[in-house]
């Protein structure tokens, strides 16, 4: 998205534009804010907008679907700081930039510079079309369209060598029989590092063609991401552990995704987890389950024993260290510094306020850059 200052005017906003702009930051799951002396000071100079464009902020990243990264140019953090723009536990990260202001290579650092194929934006609305064709054929389950749509697709230049094309290849083959060639699209979409919505479509695929468990490590993986697609991530998990008999993860993942998307809906807060969080409540009384520990922010609730680290399943079917849903750690809960349904670290922890990630990709790729802060 490009930067306000460049949409509108700073000192007569149209109201339409403001609100348009707005409504898109609906759709970061990244906040770069610059932060220099105008942004910042409590006394002029403020820009019209700037209430409503961090309330916005602030929420996202409560709700735990969007990061904020800061670029500080210039002025200070702490003191004379704008009465609208909250810092103190909002920001994920502070690239500072106040003794060489005009030095962007700290931010290239962390966010990488694109070594990819350029494509003109005709060419690459092209590809995005054709690619979008076979997706929603694959959806609708009109599998000769799909098929149809496949062939142009593939008949465009060099095209097995853009994301849309194996993501699309993913879609055409989840609902086919040959095995090893959805494999093989799988591994080559990976291999293209792709983006958050990438891998999100690929899992709901996946989902879709009842390959649960090939896309339950991929939701997974989602889950712990500061993304608009958190909460069907979550859901998704919750009906997986549900189907398997592990009521108490399912519990928490869907109690959990209730609550992220009636809040992304614009509900008021609390209003769409009241059913979960009573159902959850009959369940371990029930079931007679002592609570070891709960979560302050998504109110997850434990036993004693061990924690998957990522998908949260306390696992009693692993006869290892790894967990049997997710092939990933166990840990004993007492030493797993972070709710492992919501990420949100323990409070007295070195992960306090952070959102902790065990799952990594390359910089800019379909995860966060902030693993493990």
């Known amino acids: 998205m490009d930067l306000d200052v460049n949409e509108i005017d700073r000192d007569r906003p149209e109201p339409d534009a403001l609100a348009e702009y707005i409504a898109r930051l609906a759709l970061a799951d990244i906040f770069l804010v610059i932060l220099c002396e105008e942004y910042l000071p409590s006394g002029g100079g403020m820009r019209a907008w700037l209430f409503e464009e961090w309330s916005r902020i602030e929420r996202m ?18 003191d004379d700081v704008n009465p609208f723009v909250r810092l103190s536990g909002t920001l994920d990260a502070v690239i500072d930039l106040r003794e060489e202001p005009d030095d962007f290579s700290p931010v290239v650092e962390i966010f990488g510079r694109w070594s990819g194929r350029k494509l003109p934006e005709s060419r690459a609305r092209e590809i995005a079309n054709a690619a979008h064709a076979v997706i929603a054929a694959a959806r609708a389950k009109r599998w000769d369209d799909c098929e149809t749509a496949f062939v142009d697709l593939s008949q465009l230049p060099d095209i097995e060598s853009t994301e849309e094309y194996w993501l699309a290849s993913v879609w055409r083959n989840a609902f086919r029989d040959d095995d090893d060639v959805l494999r093989d699209a799988l591994a080559r979409l990976i291999e293209m590092n792709p983006g958050i919505p990438s891998t999100q479509s690929a899992a709901t695929a996946l989902w879709l063609a009842d390959r649960e468990t090939a896309a ?51 509900q008021p807060d609390g209003v769409g987890d009241r059913d979960m969080a009573d159902a ?30 990522l998908c949260g399943v306390q696992d009693t079917r692993a006869e290892s260290d790894e967990c049997s849903f997710c092939s990933h750690p166990l840990v004993e809960l007492d030493e797993c510094p972070f709710c492992p349904i919501c990420r949100s670290g323990v409070r007295g922890s070195p992960f306090e306020g952070g959102n902790v990630q065990i799952v990594t990709r390359e910089v800019g790729g379909r995860y966060s850059l902030l693993s493990g802060t």
Do not use: P
Request: with cysteine; hydrophobic share 45%.
């Open 216 to 266: 339950f490590w991929h939701f997974a993986g989602l889950s712990e991401t500061r993304s608009l697609w958190r909460g069907w991530a979550h859901h998704v998990m919750g009906e997986f552990f549900r189907t398997r008999g592990a009521w108490l993860a399912a519990h928490n993942h869907l109690s959990f995704a209730a609550d992220l998307i009636e809040r992304q809906s614009g």
């Open 61 to 78: 990243r409560d709700w735990g679907i969007a990061e904020v990264i800061a670029v500080h140019r210039s002025g200070s953090l702490e």
């Open 280 to 309: 959850l409540a009959e369940h371990i009384e029930k079931s007679g389950y002592v609570i070891a520990r709960g979560c302050e922010h998504c109110k997850a609730k434990f036993i004693a024993g061990r924690v998957c680290v």
